[in-house]
């Protein structure tokens, strides 16, 4: 069984910032990228960041320059670095886990990320 938490969202001001965390835990044992999604209200879930293990990370355009993914991979965790934070930004944010044993990945609850003055 894997168990993926995410943490770190909240409500923050245009401009501001936050990091969101995410931990996988439990029997996984190979993985093959860690990434971020997210979903405003009445919108489809997007992707916002993805780290493969091999390869280089990939942003969704509406964040380059602003979001940075980071893992660190001794954790199975990945991170979310997202800087100068817009309106548009509000959504809840998702983890997700690929790996061999799971071929839709695994999923965390997600987090809500509101921006807003």
């Known amino acids: 069984q894997v168990r993926v938490e995410e943490s770190g969202g909240g409500l923050v001001q245009p401009g501001g910032s936050l990091r969101l965390s995410c931990a996988a835990s439990?029997?996984?044992?190979?993985?093959?990228?860690m990434g971020w999604y997210r979903q405003a209200p009445g919108k489809s879930r997007e992707l916002v960041a993805v780290a493969p293990t091999v390869g280089n990370t990939h942003y969704a355009d509406s964040v380059k320059g602003r979001f940075t993914i980071s893992r660190d991979n001794a954790k199975n965790t990945v991170y979310l670095q997202m800087n100068n934070l817009k309106p548009e930004d509000t959504a809840v944010y998702y983890c997700?886990?690929?790996?061999?044993?799971?071929?839709?990945?695994?999923w965390g609850q997600g987090t809500q990320v509101t921006v807003s003055s």
């Open positions: 439990g029997s996984i044992f190979m993985i093959y990228a």
């Open positions: 997700n886990i690929s790996a061999p044993s799971s071929p839709l990945g695994y």
